[in-house]
Structure formats: structure tokens, C-alpha cells
């Protein structure tokens, strides 16, 4: 291999590595998961209680990590959820709170 394409190939690899992938991911703190489960139209996505959800979040943010991606949390606020969820015609549901998430993400990501 050329001694050119050596240094492109590798120009190539680094510029790759910087450019990381962000996921978001949904976050809770007890009370929010509480009320976000209550009001969901899909209950059963949830885990049965916050520590089983916690210890889940936990174990995939790691795995995000291992494959390269970096899992941004953003914690949702109920009240702030409702809204968007009525702005949006949309149900409380985890495609829902996944746009949400992402959304918000996004606009704060524009900012920085």
C-alpha cells in the first residue's frame, strides 16, 4: 500500500472515531417513574418497580458504551411530557417518550 493511502486511511479512521455516536436515552427519578407508568398507555414496558428499571438503564447505557455509542440521559419531567404528548397528539408511550427524549436532546444539542 502506498505511503498516500497509509495517511488517508488512517486520516479517514481518526476523523471516524471523532465523530461518536449519541443516542438518548429516558430517565426517571422514582417519583417521575412513578408518574410516567400511572399515565402510560402501555404499563407493561415498564419493569415492575424503579430498581428493576434503574439497574436496566444502567446495563444498557454500559452497553452503548462497549459498542461505541454514547447514551446521553435526559430526565423527563411529567408535566412537561403531557404537554408536548397533547401538542403532538400523541399517547404516553414508549415510541412517544423516545421522540420526546430525542427532541429535546436535539434542541439542546443545537445550543451548545
Known sequence: MSSRRSVMLR???AKHRKQAMIVGV???TAETWAQVKATATD???FEDTFEKWKDVAVSARREFQR???QAVEYQIEPKLFVDWCIKHQQH???QA???FVSEKLSEAYKQS
Open 43 to 45: 404499563p407493561q414496558c
Open 92 to 94: 404516553n408511550d414508549s
Open 67 to 69: 459498542s461505541g455509542v
Open 11 to 13: 486520516s479517514l479512521r
Open 97 to 99: 417518550r423516545a421522540e
Open 26 to 28: 429516558v430517565g426517571y
